[in-house]
T-cell receptor
Framework: GDSVTQMEGPVTLSEEAFLTINCTYT??????LFWYVQYPGEGLQLLLK?????DKGSNKGFEATYRKETTSFHLEKGSVQVSDSAVYFC??????????FGKGNQVVVIP | SAVISQKPSRDICQRGTSLTIQCQVD?????MFWYRQQPGQSLTLIAT?????????ESGFVIDKFPISRPNLTFSTLTVSNMSPEDSSIYLC????????????FGPGTRLTVL
């Protein structure tokens, strides 16, 4: 079935650093792609999405581009803040409307 | 968008008992889902809650262990039956509209600890 792979391990970086979290997917069709964020003690929130190839999703300074040729949807932010500390999940939406999630990456931003 | 609430927000239960989690959406939605998020893990889909019919379960999840109801378009329940410590997890409800363009919205989750 369809699946999502995120880079291994937590990410620790300093405030104002550049953040990249890698996400690749395997799918038989053309899924919609999402990044969800889970702040400490809170539920899952949609951060951004892209529904077709070459679409760029953006929100709160985060961006991700749907790359069909590399089956990727990497998340980037140019200058992170302490408030960006959270767990980030990449996900794809399958044809039956179900979401498949990656394992998530914990991001810790140090002042 | 949709706002989703869950009750209870957390509970501590004894082995062998059952807990029913409620999920309420503030608008009518086509799709409702139940996920499990075990400590430090990603989300795993348990089942799709179908309005007016039996839920559709994913591999590894069965109705006897996780009975689900969905009596209307805005409400669903998940029961975790005959609990064991391995069921300790966060259980999340999500909802969305059918179609490829729309995202799913998630409830805040129910944090279950089984002793």
């Amino acid at each position: 079935g369809d699946s999502v792979t995120q880079m291994e391990g937590p990410v620790t970086l300093s405030e104002e650093a550049f953040l990249t979290i890698n996400c690749t997917y395997t799918a038989t069709g053309y899924p919609s792609l999402f990044w969800y964020v889970q702040y400490p003690g809170e539920g899952l929130q949609l951060l951004l999405k892209a529904t077709k190839a070459d679409d760029k999703g953006s929100n709160k300074g985060f961006e991700a581009t749907y790359r069909k040729e590399t089956t990727s949807f990497h998340l980037e932010k140019g200058s992170v803040q302490v408030s960006d500390s959270a767990v980030y999940f990449c996900a794809l939406r399958e044809g039956n409307n179900r979401l498949a999630f990656g394992k998530g990456n914990q991001v810790v931003v140090i002042p | 968008s949709a706002v989703i609430s869950q009750k209870p927000s957390r509970d501590i239960c004894q082995r062998g008992t059952s807990l029913t989690i409620q999920c309420q959406v503030d608008s009518q939605v086509t799709m409702m889902f139940w996920y499990r998020q075990q400590p430090g893990q990603s989300l795993t889909l348990i089942a799709t809650a179908n309005q007016g019919s039996e839920a559709t379960y994913e591999s590894g999840f069965v109705i006897d262990k996780f009975p689900i109801s969905r009596p209307n378009l805005t409400f669903s329940t998940l029961t975790v039956s005959n609990m064991s410590p391995e069921d300790s997890s966060i259980y999340l409800c999500s909802a969305g509209l059918a179609g490829g363009q729309d995202e799913q919205f998630f409830g805040p989750g129910t944090r279950l600890t089984v002793l």
